[in-house]
């Protein structure tokens, strides 16, 4: 059981993702949050005074990080998964920022900014898979 694994600000408050919503993540979704950002593309100029190309810092800053995570919602009925899914649109999407941490990241908060979110595939009216889209303005601002 997830349980324990995904904690979620809601508001002010931390909370279990799978006790409160039923969420849960793959094993894909949490490889694609350890992902490594990239990096900025440096400043250069072809100065025609100059052999080569000089190159400005930009060296090791970290570029905006775009990502999609697929998830699973569950719950015991039908009317309890719409009701999980609900609350979880609601309380976390709609607000647009996403702080979650994961079990397996000691003291790792992401600061996401929702984009968007696929339809469901897979739902069997218990569970259901989707993914959301997700964006990390700073991917150096982890705490």
Not at 50 to 74: A, C, F, N, Q, W
Not at 128 to 135: C, D, G, N, R, Y
Request: proline content about 7%; glycine content about 6%.
């Amino acid at each position: 059981m997830p349980q324990g694994e995904v904690q979620l600000k809601k508001g002010n408050v931390w909370v279990d993702a799978y006790t409160e919503y039923g969420l849960s993540f793959e094993d894909e979704g949490l490889s694609r949050i350890m992902t490594p950002a990239p990096h900025k593309e440096p400043v250069q100029n072809k100065n025609m005074a100059m052999h080569g190309t000089s190159i400005e810092g930009g060296v090791g800053y970290k570029d905006v990080r775009t990502l999609s995570v697929p998830m699973h919602i569950t719950a015991p009925t039908r009317a309890q998964f719409f009701q999980r899914y609900w609350k979880f649109c609601q309380e976390i999407l709609d607000p647009g920022w996403i702080h979650l941490t994961h079990s397996a990241l000691s003291g790792v908060v992401f600061h996401f900014r929702y984009v968007d979110c696929q339809p469901f595939s897979q739902y069997n009216r218990k569970i259901a898979k989707f993914t959301l889209s997700l964006e990390e303005p700073n991917p150096n601002n982890r705490t």
